[in-house]
């Protein structure tokens, strides 16, 4: 199957820094990813839908400020958590559409501190 | 929200024995799939189901939809230690030009030897 990869896998910061995600498709060009947040034990939550060379699309609630996407390459998303705080602390996982399904990352664990 | 409800939401069994979880969702859906997650891990596709179908066989995987009542059923027969993990069915709904991901709660597998 498709491979979308993260990085960095695992992220540990200060509280009040900024942190940029990277999540790359690296087989199949994608016109649109996705971001979610998982907290421990709990399902995925969208965040936001990320279109190549557009605005993103946000879910209710989220903040699209603080969480900064970029779609500026057919491979390439970033999401860049602003002004980090704990309640930031969470996995971040990417997916990028295919033909048929979304491929997933492996996702990256911010620890704010 | 249109999340899914997953039950049981943990599920321990022996090797051998076979695992079924369930997943009710809430509105119309163009298909359902179901994601395997290992912990602290990305996810990984298992099977799709489109909202035509009643039934999809994969190896040891499988899985029935119910569109009536909006749900669905995926067993794993003849589990193996390995299959352990968390479980997690996504319903996919388009609206226009988008498609959107929504997953459950999530069912925590546990096989034992």
């Known amino acids: 199957g498709a491979v979308v990869s993260q990085h960095p896998s695992r992220v540990i910061c200060k509280s009040g820094t900024s942190v940029k995600i990277e999540c790359r498709s690296l087989d199949f060009q994608a016109t649109t990813m996705f971001w979610y947040r998982q907290f421990p034990k709990q399902s995925l939550m969208l965040m936001a839908t990320?279109?190549?060379?557009?605005?993103?699309?946000?879910e209710q609630g989220v903040e699209k400020d603080k969480f900064l996407i970029n779609h500026a390459s057919l491979t390439l998303s970033t999401l860049t958590v602003t002004s980090a705080h704990p309640e930031d602390s969470s996995f971040y996982i990417c997916s990028a559409r295919g033909a048929d399904t979304q491929y997933f990352g492996p996702g990256t664990r911010l620890t704010v501190l | 929200s249109q999340q899914g409800e997953e039950d049981p939401q943990a599920l321990s069994i022996q090797e051998g024995e076979n695992a079924t979880m369930n997943c009710s969702y809430k509105t119309s859906i163009n298909n359902l799939q179901w994601y395997r997650q290992n912990s602290g891990r990305g996810l990984v596709h298992l099977i799709l189901?489109?909202?035509?179908?009643r039934e999809k066989h994969s190896g040891r995987l499988r899985v029935t939809l119910d569109t009536s009542k909006k749900s669905s059923s995926l067993l794993i027969t003849a589990s193996r230690a390995a299959d352990t993990a968390s479980y997690f069915c996504a319903t996919a709904v388009t609206t226009g030009t988008a498609s959107k991901l929504t997953f459950g709660t999530g069912t925590r597998l546990q096989v034992t030897l």
């Open positions: 990320s279109n190549e060379g557009s605005k993103a699309t946000y």
């Open positions: 189901i489109r909202s035509n179908e």
